[in-house]
C-alpha cells in the first residue's frame, strides 16, 4: 500500500481569503524613500490621533480577533492530527480539563449568571467593582490610574489599577486577582486546621483564589490612609468538585491625624452593612481587626480599626449568605470614605504635621512586611506578581530613632488610642 498523503484541498480549505496583493516579492529599493514616504500616507488611517483615556481600553475592550486567525493556527495542529492517525494506534487517556479550562468554556458559552459556579459570581462582582471604585477616586483626585493587566503561567491574572503622585493621593491601589494552582501537601495539612472539608489523603489540591485588595495613602496628613481587601477561595478535587471554599477580608482607618467625627462615620457605615446580615458580625469582627492589624512588637494598632474575618465557610452560613455578607460590606465602602476623604483633602497642614505622617507610615510598613498573612502568602506563591503584592506599601516613609510625641499633642493623643483601641459606635 502507497504511503499516505494527505490531500492539497484539506489545507487550502483552510487558508485565509487572499488580499488580492501580488505574491512577487519587491526589491528593497524598487521605490524610492520619497515613494514609500508617499505610499505610507496613502495607506494610514489618517493623520495621529490624539492621546486617549488610558483606561478607554480597559473599560472598552476591542474584539478579539482571535476568530480570524483561528484557521491559520490550526493549520500544524491538524497535520499533526493526520499524521498520528496514519503512524500511531496508540489510544491515550485524556486527562480531565482543569478548573480553569471548565470557567474558561463555561464563560464562554453560557456567560456568568445566578447558576454559575460561585467561582466566576465572585470575579464577576470584584471586576464590576474594581471599576466602579476607580471612577470614583479618579473624580476625587482629578488624575487617572494606571490600568495593568497580568496574567499568570500558573493560572489567571489580575488588573492592577495604580496611582501615584496625584493631586489627592499620593499613592492609590485598586487591584484584583483571579487566581489558579495546585495546593501542595504541607498547605492542605496547614489549613485543614479551619477546614476540616479539605482531603489530607491527596498529594495535592487545585485551588481558586480571587479578591479585590485597595489601599489609599493621601498627601494631606489630615487625611486618612484607608485599606481594604474582599476574598474568596475555593479548592477542587481531580474531577473538578469543589472541595472546600471560604470568604475572608475586611477594611480598616489609619489616620495620622484623628478626628472623631470621621471613625465614628467609618465605623457606623460599617456597622450597618454588618447587621443587614447579622447584629454580632460588627462587634465580632471589630475586634478581631483591632487584634490582627496589631504591631506587637510597638505594642499599638495600625489604625483605628474597622472589620475583619477570615475562613467563613459553611460553618458559618451558607454560600450564598456569605457571598451577599461580602457584597454588602464591599458596596459599603464608597459611602464609608469619599465623605471622609472629600472633607479632608484641601485642609492647610504644616511640615512638622507632614514629618508625623511619614512616621506613621513607617508603623504602616512594618505590619505589611512583618505580620500581614495575606503579604506573606502572595510572595510565597508560585507565580506572585511582586509589584502587585507590594502595591500597598507608601510611596514615601519615615523612620526616625527614638522619636516621641509632645506631651499634650494630638500625636500623643492618636498613639493613646492606638495603644487602647476605642469603641466608636
Known amino acids: 500500500m502507497p504511503p499516505f498523503r494527505p490531500s492539497c484541498r484539506a489545507f487550502r480549505a483552510l487558508e485565509l481569503p487572499q488580499t488580492g496583493a501580488s505574491r512577487r516579492a519587491l526589491h528593497p529599493n524598487f521605490f524610492t524613500s520619497r515613494q514609500s514616504a508617499f505610499a505610507r500616507r496613502c495607506m494610514s488611517d489618517g493623520p495621529p490621533k490624539p492621546?486617549?483615556?488610558?483606561?478607554?481600553?480597559?473599560?472598552?475592550?476591542?474584539?478579539?480577533?482571535?476568530?480570524?486567525?483561528?484557521?491559520?493556527?490550526?493549520?500544524?495542529?491538524?497535520?499533526?492530527?493526520?499524521?498520528?492517525?496514519?503512524?500511531?494506534?496508540?489510544?491515550?487517556?485524556?486527562?480531565?480539563?482543569?478548573?480553569?479550562?471548565?470557567?474558561?468554556?463555561?464563560?464562554?458559552?453560557?456567560g456568568i449568571n445566578e447558576q454559575s459556579p460561585m467561582r466566576l459570581r465572585m470575579e464577576?462582582?470584584?471586576?464590576?467593582?474594581?471599576k466602579e471604585i476607580v471612577a470614583e477616586l479618579e473624580k476625587v483626585d482629578g488624575k487617572k490610574f494606571?490600568?495593568?493587566?497580568?496574567?499568570?503561567?500558573?493560572?489567571?491574572?489580575?488588573?492592577?489599577c495604580v496611582l501615584q503622585d496625584g493631586n489627592v493621593f499620593e499613592?492609590?491601589?485598586?487591584?484584583?486577582?483571579?487566581?489558579?494552582?495546585?495546593?501542595?501537601?504541607?498547605?492542605?495539612?496547614?489549613?485543614?486546621?479551619?477546614?476540616?472539608?479539605?482531603?489530607?489523603?491527596?498529594?495535592?489540591?487545585?485551588?481558586?483564589?480571587?479578591?479585590?485588595?485597595?489601599?489609599?495613602?493621601?498627601?494631606n496628613p489630615n487625611a486618612p490612609t484607608v485599606h481594604l481587601n474582599y476574598r474568596y477561595f475555593e479548592t477542587a478535587d481531580d474531577q473538578g468538585n469543589t472541595n472546600a471554599w471560604w470568604y475572608g477580608g475586611g477594611c480598616d482607618l489609619t489616620?495620622?491625624?484623628?478626628?472623631?467625627?470621621?471613625?465614628?462615620?467609618?465605623?457606623?457605615?460599617?456597622?450597618?452593612?454588618?447587621?443587614?446580615?447579622d447584629k454580632g458580625y460588627y462587634p465580632r469582627f471589630k475586634k478581631w481587626c483591632d487584634e490582627y492589624f496589631n504591631n506587637k512588637h510597638r505594642g499599638e494598632t495600625r489604625g483605628i480599626g474597622?472589620?475583619?474575618?477570615?475562613?467563613?465557610?459553611?460553618?458559618?452560613?451558607d454560600q450564598e449568605q456569605l457571598f451577599s455578607f461580602v457584597q454588602d460590606c464591599l458596596s459599603a465602602f464608597l459611602p464609608s470614605y469619599l465623605p471622609i476623604i472629600n472633607k479632608r483633602k484641601d485642609m492647610p497642614f504644616t511640615e512638622e504635621q507632614k514629618q508625623w505622617q511619614q512616621l506613621r507610615?513607617?508603623?504602616?510598613?512594618?505590619?505589611?512586611?512583618?505580620?500581614?498573612?495575606?503579604?506573606?502568602?502572595?510572595?510565597?506563591?508560585?507565580?506572585?506578581?511582586?509589584?502587585?503584592i507590594l502595591m500597598s506599601l507608601p510611596l514615601t516613609a519615615r523612620w526616625q530613632y527614638m522619636h516621641e510625641p509632645e506631651k499634650g499633642s494630638r500625636e500623643e493623643r492618636l498613639l493613646d488610642v492606638l495603644k487602647n483601641p476605642r469603641e466608636w459606635v
Open 146 to 160: 494606571i490600568v495593568d493587566s497580568w496574567q499568570r503561567a500558573e493560572g489567571g491574572g489580575g488588573i492592577s
Open 306 to 317: 474597622g472589620i475583619f474575618f477570615d475562613d467563613l465557610d459553611e460553618t458559618e452560613k
Open 124 to 130: 464577576q462582582f470584584i471586576k464590576q467593582h474594581q
Open 255 to 277: 489616620p495620622s491625624y484623628l478626628y472623631d467625627e470621621d471613625a465614628i462615620h467609618f465605623h457606623n457605615t460599617i456597622k450597618q452593612a454588618c447587621d443587614k446580615h
Open 51 to 110: 492621546k486617549t483615556d488610558p483606561l478607554e481600553e480597559w473599560r472598552n475592550p476591542k474584539p478579539s480577533k482571535w476568530p480570524n486567525r483561528i484557521r491559520f493556527l490550526m493549520l500544524p495542529f491538524i497535520g499533526a492530527i493526520i499524521y498520528s492517525m496514519y503512524t500511531d494506534t496508540t489510544i491515550y487517556e485524556a486527562e480531565p480539563p482543569s478548573i480553569a479550562e471548565k470557567d474558561s468554556v463555561l464563560k464562554r458559552e453560557n
Open 171 to 219: 499613592k492609590a491601589g485598586v487591584n484584583i486577582s483571579v487566581v489558579y494552582g495546585r495546593l501542595p501537601k504541607p498547605a492542605i495539612a496547614k489549613m485543614r486546621a479551619n477546614h476540616k472539608a479539605l482531603d489530607p489523603t491527596v498529594d495535592s489540591l487545585e485551588f481558586f483564589a480571587s479578591g479585590l485588595s485597595m489601599v489609599l495613602h493621601p498627601k
Open 361 to 388: 507610615r513607617g508603623r504602616y510598613v512594618e505590619f505589611n512586611l512583618v505580620h500581614d498573612r495575606g503579604t506573606a502568602f502572595g510572595l510565597n506563591t508560585p507565580g506572585s506578581r511582586v509589584e502587585s
